[in-house]
């Protein structure tokens, strides 16, 4: 798949296909959605009628990626064995639900070990995926994206070591990947706003989970500076993170066709600047024919 992919996390009010919708009318060609709402541990029964209609306008609404985000309350990494069993089967959840609607990546906030020290949280969130992997044989066609966290907390997975770690624990390496996030990455300590510090960057992630295991990009600027370690999104150019930290990574062709998402804030009567955002982006592009058509220069 040459050439970028761009887009959004979309509302999926009405159905999930709606985010396709949303996704064309910005003009770009992948899109990030929950299959259920992010904050409850349940949802309704999967919509037969919603995937024909998701499968169907995929591809007529010109969107090339789809991509699954994990609720919130999800923590493989507690130790408390109430809450460790609760994640798991809401994980396993997301992994079928994505796989019925032929959606092969699902993101997935690492956890928090809320006490039990790292190295306990590592193995518990990798021992989670493996009972997954055992119990669901059949959705092995989904990927679970490990997502590099900001660091906030006892939150794990803040280091490209730490994705590594538990991908090595995993039995199945070909299950398991990574979703990078500008706005973690500026705040758990990565500064890679110049050219020597993005290669320093890339050379981490190729000697630890490798440029392969990347499935796709969160592209959020941050309200705090480097190494802050808090999470908190802005518009793209209204932040630490600037324009010329997305420059060099958008013009990177090493990524061409591994998806770059939005996740700016949304304004409350809508997506409202999503299609700002992804002409910021669009303008530190160098050669216009990476770009989704709708979103290359007149």
């Known amino acids: 798949?040459?050439?970028?992919?761009?887009?959004?996390?979309?509302?999926?009010?009405?159905?999930?296909?709606?985010?396709?919708?949303?996704?064309?009318?910005?003009?770009?060609?992948?899109?990030?959605?929950?299959?259920?709402?992010?904050?409850?541990?349940?949802?309704?029964?999967?919509?037969?009628?919603?995937?024909?209609?998701?499968?169907?306008?995929?591809?007529?609404?010109?969107?090339?990626?789809?991509?699954?985000?994990?609720?919130?309350?999800?923590?493989?990494?507690?130790?408390k064995d109430d809450l460790w069993e609760k994640s798991v089967a809401a994980f396993a959840d997301e992994l079928q639900r994505a796989h019925a609607y032929g959606i092969g990546h699902v993101v997935l906030h690492p956890g928090a070990h809320t006490g039990s020290g790292e190295e306990a949280g590592l193995q518990r969130i990798a021992d989670a995926l493996n009972r997954i992997h055992a119990q669901l044989p059949e959705c092995a066609d989904v990927v679970t994206l490990l997502e590099l966290m900001a660091g906030q907390g006892t939150t794990l997975g803040y280091t490209f070591a730490q994705l590594a770690q538990i991908i090595a624990l995993v039995e199945v390496k070909e299950r398991v990947g990574v979703c990078l996030d500008t706005c973690h990455a500026l705040a758990a300590g990565y500064d890679f706003r110049t050219e020597k510090g993005y290669e320093a960057m890339m050379a981490e992630i190729e000697e630890t989970v490798g440029i392969d295991s990347v499935g796709c990009w969160h592209f959020n600027d941050s309200a705090n500076d480097h190494g802050s370690r808090k999470d908190r999104h802005a518009h793209i150019g209204e932040g630490f993170v600037g324009a010329e930290g997305f420059r060099h990574i958008l013009n990177d062709i090493r990524w061409d066709g591994v998806p770059m998402l939005l996740e700016t804030p949304k304004k409350e009567d809508g997506d409202g600047k999503d299609l700002m955002n992804l002409r910021a982006l669009a303008a530190l592009v160098v050669d216009a024919d990476r770009l989704p058509e709708g979103l290359r220069p007149e």
Do not use: C, T
């Open 1 to 79: 798949m040459s050439g970028l992919k761009l887009g959004a996390h979309m509302s999926i009010a009405g159905g999930v296909s709606n985010a396709l919708d949303a996704a064309e009318a910005v003009h770009s060609n992948a899109v990030q959605v929950f299959m259920k709402s992010n904050r409850q541990w349940s949802g309704p029964k999967v919509s037969e009628d919603d995937v024909s209609r998701w499968n169907e306008q995929m591809p007529s609404r010109g969107v090339g990626f789809a991509v699954s985000h994990a609720s919130y309350l999800i923590n493989l990494a507690s130790p």
